[in-house]
């Protein structure tokens, strides 16, 4: 089946920090790859995404790199602010129905 | 438009009562998804609709689960004889059915039902 790991949190940080977060997928078939956030009290929302190997998604400052060859799309960012606080959803979708497979999230709290 | 809409916000319970949920989707969405989040997990996939059609249920989504989209617009999640482990956030998405954004999903902003 489908199933997406990630790095488990929480993760505090300062200010202007450097961030990773590591996500690894297993996949029958060839996925698409997403970041979603979601800040407090707010929904879902998508932050990147990338379809195929090599691609890069990035948003807000935020990059990830599809890497099939170790199947890993981990996300980046090189200076963190107090207002990218969130969880952080790595997630995968297969072509035929687009379904989402989500990780468990990662909390991400960063301190000014 | 303002995005997908979800109704009530927040639905308080007790075991054995029946409940429904709705969901509006973003207006030219056909693929409405329904999925489960509980605490400190991510969502779950519970079902899908294209259009009218509902093309996959989960195996989450027990007897006591039900989902329509009569119109192929709104959609309805009804949970029947509600358990104290029906408890989480049930969370609406949707999308287009093709073109280069067919696997971007958008997210309401979820139902939070709790069985007391």
Same mark, same amino acid.
């Given at each position: ?112 | 438009? &303002? ?16 409940? &429904? ?5 973003? *207006? ?33 989504? *027990? ?23 029906? *408890? ?6 949707? *999308? ?21």
């Amino acid at each position: 089946g489908n199933s997406v790991t990630q790095m488990e949190g929480p993760v505090t940080l300062s200010e202007e920090a450097f961030l990773t977060i590591n996500c690894t997928y297993t996949a029958t078939g060839y996925p698409s790859l997403f970041w979603y956030v979601q800040y407090p009290g707010e929904g879902l929302q998508l932050l990147l995404k990338a379809t195929k190997a090599d691609d890069k998604g990035s948003n807000k400052g935020f990059e990830a790199t599809y890497r099939k060859e170790t199947t890993s799309f981990h996300l980046e960012k090189g200076s963190v602010q107090v207002s990218d606080s969130a969880v952080y959803f790595c997630a995968l979708s297969i072509s035929n129905d687009y379904k989402l497979s989500f990780g468990a999230g990662t909390t991400v709290t960063v301190r000014a | 438009d &303002t995005g997908v809409s979800q109704d009530p916000r927040h639905k308080i319970t007790k075991r054995g009562q029946n409940v &429904t949920f709705r969901c509006d989707p973003i *207006s030219e969405h056909n693929r409405l998804y329904w999925y489960r989040q509980t605490l400190g997990q991510g969502p779950e996939f519970l079902t899908y609709f294209q259009n009218e059609a509902q093309l996959e249920k989960s195996r989450l989504l *027990s007897d006591r689960f039900s989902a329509e989209r009569p119109k192929g617009s709104f959609s309805t999640l009804e949970i029947q004889r509600t358990e104290q482990g029906d *408890s989480a956030m049930y969370l609406c998405a949707s *999308s287009l059915a093709g073109g280069l954004r067919v696997n971007e999903q958008f997210f309401g902003p979820g139902t939070r039902l709790t069985v007391l």
